[in-house]
């Protein structure tokens, strides 16, 4: 109870932080006459998703995490660095790698997108963008993604639990237009407000990029970065099901009825794990075969 109670307190200490940030990012977009860059009602709707997110989020840590870490960890490596600086960092750069495979994960698997296409559904891209997400993320085992793996390692609970929200809270800052290009030798190696942009994009440059948490070298790596300049005007929301209310139930909700629905619909399983466009190029490949001359 104690370890729940620590997790809620740092999520009100945090969100706080959080909510003043955004009220003087969007005080800088009335002084910029750019007071569309925030709808209120879409910003409560963000922020409201966000509370009930980290709130299961917390209590899934304290009451998951925190109870089962240390059994799985028993099966794993044992990892122990002679030299606590050098964990640190391995433990940092492992959890972002972890990180960018499970969002391409959330973005290529339809049962994946399912927690993650409330964080992509919005239309603006603000500070509370950050907090648009899906309170079925660690429900539904995704979050296992990323502490399975740390704990089979044989890395500290405690340290692994820092180093899991560091990489969160970092990333807040990258959904915001108010800040433009970086220094070069920063943006050639770490995730940047101008490297989210472009994946939060809609257009077809610009889907399936820049999947990097804290860094942007595993998508250099692995061919999946796309340079803003390159990328071409930046339209956000998402390709198909774009939303069209603002109930946060239903922003968390909708997704996974519509998968359910083609599964039975279609009565293919593999719906669960293909590309969640899949079904919809189906539906488009048909309605050529129709439309074509006999």
């Known amino acids: 109870m104690q370890d729940i109670l620590h997790a809620l307190g740092f999520v009100l200490i945090a969100g706080t932080a959080f909510l003043a940030l955004i009220l003087i990012e969007r005080a800088y977009w009335i002084r910029r006459q750019r007071p569309s860059a925030y709808d209120v009602l879409e910003s409560l709707a963000n922020i409201s998703t966000g509370f009930v997110y980290k709130m299961f989020d917390g209590m899934f840590v304290a009451g998951v995490i925190a109870v089962f870490f240390d059994d799985v960890r028993a099966w794993g490596l044992q990892y122990n660095p002679s030299n606590p600086w050098l964990g640190w960092l391995l433990l940092i750069v492992v959890t972002d790698f972890l990180f960018y495979v499970a969002h391409i994960v959330m973005h290529k698997v339809r049962y994946g997108w399912c927690s993650h296409i409330t964080h992509h559904s919005s239309t603006r891209f603000n500070l509370s963008t950050a907090l648009r997400q899906n309170f079925l993320f ?9 502490w399975v793996p740390l704990a089979l390692i044989g890395f ?24 433009g ?10 995730n940047t407000p101008s490297h989210h942009r472009v994946h939060h994009g809609r ?7 820049n999947f990097g948490g804290v860094l942007i070298v595993w998508d250099r790596l692995f061919g999946t970065f796309v340079d803003e300049r390159d990328a071409g005007e930046i339209v956000y929301g998402i390709s198909h099901r774009q939303p069209t209310t603002l109930n ?21 399983l593999r719906i669960l794990w293909k590309h969640p466009d899949w079904v919809e190029g189906r539906r488009a490949q048909s309605r050529r075969a129709s439309k074509a001359p006999a």
């Open 138 to 146: 660690d429900l539904s085992g995704l979050a296992l993604l990323w």
């Open 156 to 179: 500290d609970k405690t340290a692994v639990i820092i180093a899991v929200e560091l990489n969160l809270f970092y990333q807040f800052f990258l959904h915001t237009e108010a800040v």
């Open 181 to 190: 290009r970086l220094p070069r030798w920063f943006e050639a190696v770490f």
């Open 203 to 209: 257009n077809a440059a610009q889907i399936d990029t």
């Open 248 to 268: 946060p139930l239903r922003l968390n909700l909708d997704e996974w009825f519509a998968m359910w629905r083609d599964v039975w619909h279609h009565r293919d």
